[in-house]
């Protein structure tokens, strides 16, 4: 066992110690899940045949005697856990979701157990402050002279309505400008509490953003495009989305060239590649694109421009377009190198 894990391994057990009776050491582990799944008032009075209402006072004076205990300096094996997650949350911005906490201490990707461990500690030391997991926020852990739970949850709700009033992700900087940190680090640190917000190729957005937060492949194709901004064929977009920090990457080719022709959003410009409409591409043969450009123009053009025009919105060969300029049911040429609508 590492140096890391055996000083909150100590500081767990040491806690653990300072609660007299069997059965209150029993509601407070299984509560936090400190051995195995956390459980719930109603699952733990069933256990101990006793009700919820019962399980929640006893477990809430086991923490107020947790943290008295800890005040006064009587579980000597915590101040050791408590300078060492206040020294890696120093690093990570002064607060942090447990989760990445977590994995930091431990240098590794932690289990549900290590987590709940230092999420107990968390709770009763007297350097720290907890933020508890709910719909809107992650379960969290945060130096406390940098605020209370309250005053956390402020934070990130402050980062949420700045992001929603701007209707687009922003960049740390840009956040940065907006808000009043000591460093981008810090506002990172905080969003990453909110479950509200989501982030992806460095920057942040509502979760329920595609751009930040893609659920399926279409969203994800979506993503790749956007920052390639730029028509790409499918294998690239295939390999760009399983090298990516996408969630459920692993898609076969040819799922995304079915999604791609699928979706409006996305349009075929030439053979095998892809862009996006809202680029001014649209969909079409190239005597349908043909057609349009010279309808717009209102008049005849001439064989270059009709080809320069093409070639704009469409990823072809020269010769392609002009093969299709010899269509005289669609088209006439009404002098040596000029064309109108037939």
């Given at each position: 066992?590492?140096?890391?894990?055996?000083?909150?391994?100590?500081?767990?057990?040491?806690?653990l110690?300072?609660?007299?009776?069997?059965r209150?050491?029993?509601i407070?582990?299984?509560?936090?899940?400190?051995?195995?799944?956390?459980?719930?008032l109603?699952?733990?009075?069933?256990?101990?045949?006793?009700?919820?209402?019962?399980?929640?006072?006893?477990?809430?004076?086991?923490?107020?005697?947790?943290?008295?205990?800890?005040?006064?300096?009587?579980?000597?094996?915590?101040?050791?856990?408590?300078?060492?997650?206040?020294?890696?949350?120093?690093?990570m911005?002064?607060?942090?979701?447990?989760?990445?906490?977590?994995?930091?201490v431990?240098?590794?990707?932690?289990?549900?157990?290590?987590?709940?461990?230092?999420?107990?500690?968390?709770?009763?030391?007297?350097?720290?402050?907890?933020v508890?997991?709910n719909d809107r926020?992650n379960?969290?852990?945060?130096?406390?002279?940098?605020?209370?739970?309250?005053?956390?949850?402020?934070?990130?709700?402050?980062?949420?309505?700045?992001?929603?009033?701007?209707?687009?992700?922003?960049?740390?900087?840009?956040?940065?400008?907006?808000?009043?940190?000591?460093?981008?680090?810090?506002i990172?640190?905080v969003?990453?509490?909110?479950k509200?917000?989501?982030?992806?190729?460095?920057?942040?957005?509502?979760?329920?953003?595609?751009?930040?937060?893609?659920?399926?492949?279409?969203?994800?194709?979506?993503?790749?495009?956007?920052?390639?901004?730029?028509?790409?064929?499918?294998?690239?977009i295939?390999?760009?989305?399983?090298?990516?920090?996408?969630?459920?990457?692993?898609?076969?080719?040819q799922?995304?060239?079915?999604?791609?022709?699928?979706?409006?959003r996305?349009?075929?410009?030439?053979?095998?590649?892809?862009?996006?409409?809202?680029?001014?591409?649209?969909?079409g043969?190239?005597?349908?694109?043909?057609?349009?450009?010279?309808?717009?123009?209102?008049?005849?053009?001439?064989?270059?421009?009709?080809?320069?025009?093409?070639?704009?919105t469409?990823?072809?060969?020269?010769?392609?377009?002009?093969?299709?300029?010899?269509?005289?049911?669609?088209?006439?040429k009404?002098?040596?190198?000029?064309?109108?609508?037939?």
């Amino acid at each position: 066992m590492d140096q890391n894990a055996e000083i909150l391994k100590k500081a767990i057990s040491g806690s653990l110690k300072i609660i007299e009776q069997d059965r209150e050491r029993e509601i407070i582990s299984r509560r936090f899940g400190l051995k195995s799944n956390k459980q719930t008032l109603e699952e733990i009075g069933e256990m101990l045949s006793i009700t919820r209402e019962r399980v929640r006072q006893l477990e809430k004076a086991i923490l107020i005697h947790l943290q008295v205990s800890a005040e006064e300096n009587q579980i000597p094996e915590l101040a050791a856990a408590e300078k060492l997650l206040v020294r890696n949350l120093t690093e990570m911005g002064r607060v942090a979701k447990l989760s990445d906490l977590a994995d930091k201490v431990y240098n590794r990707d932690t289990s549900a157990v290590q987590r709940a461990g230092i999420y107990f500690i968390a709770t009763f030391a007297k350097n720290l402050t907890v933020v508890e997991e709910n719909d809107r926020y992650n379960a969290a852990v945060g130096i406390a002279d940098y605020g209370d739970s309250l005053e956390l949850r402020e934070r990130v709700d402050k980062i949420v309505e700045v992001i929603q009033k701007n209707k687009e992700p922003m960049t740390l900087d840009q956040l940065d400008n907006v808000l009043d940190y000591e460093h981008p680090d810090h506002i990172k640190a905080v969003a990453s509490i909110s479950k509200l917000l989501a982030t992806l190729n460095g920057v942040w957005g509502l979760a329920k953003w595609p751009s930040v937060n893609p659920r399926n492949i279409r969203d994800k194709i979506f993503v790749i495009l956007e920052s390639h901004k730029q028509p790409m064929h499918f294998s690239e977009i295939a390999a760009e989305i399983k090298e990516s920090n996408f969630k459920r990457k692993n898609v076969t080719v040819q799922a995304i060239h079915n999604e791609l022709i699928k979706d409006p959003r996305f349009v075929l410009i030439g053979r095998g590649i892809y862009a996006l409409s809202s680029w001014g591409y649209k969909k079409g043969t190239i005597s349908e694109i043909i057609t349009n450009i010279l309808e717009n123009a209102g008049k005849p053009l001439s064989r270059e421009e009709i080809v320069k025009q093409v070639l704009r919105t469409r990823k072809v060969k020269e010769t392609t377009i002009l093969l299709n300029l010899q269509n005289k049911k669609l088209f006439k040429k009404i002098d040596r190198n000029l064309y109108t609508l037939a």
